[in-house]
Nanobody, 115 residues
């Protein structure tokens, strides 16, 4: 069965950094695009980063220049490095595997940025 497990969330002051990790099992990790989404309080879930199987990345303007997605295929792990955090980054962050015919989701990890 497919399983995605996020870790690394927590409480950080504005301007600080966190690195989230997501370990995948049950998929051929190296063949799949991976993504991070987040859902803040009272907001819709939004994409924050995506990385292709070949390593190409995309980010929305809200996080561009501050967040970096990366992957380590040998460890079946995708990372989200978050720098210069802002209170508006507060959300539950979810890992997603794009593995046709389905997308698979982790359970999420809470990131809280205090002012």
């Amino acid at each position: 069965q497919v399983q995605l497990v996020e870790s690394g969330g927590g409480l950080v002051q504005a301007g600080g950094s966190l690195r989230l990790s997501c370990v995948a099992s049950g998929i051929i990790f190296s063949m799949n695009a991976m993504a991070w989404h987040r859902q803040g309080p009272g907001k819709r879930r939004e994409l924050v980063a995506v990385i292709s199987s070949g390593g190409s990345t995309n980010y929305p303007d809200s996080v561009k220049g501050r967040f970096t997605i990366s992957r380590d295929n040998a460890k079946n792990t995708v990372y989200l490095q978050m720098n210069s955090l802002k209170p508006e980054d507060t959300a539950v962050y979810y890992c997603k595997a794009i593995a046709s015919p389905y997308d698979y989701w982790g359970r999420g990890t809470q990131v809280t940025v205090s002012s």
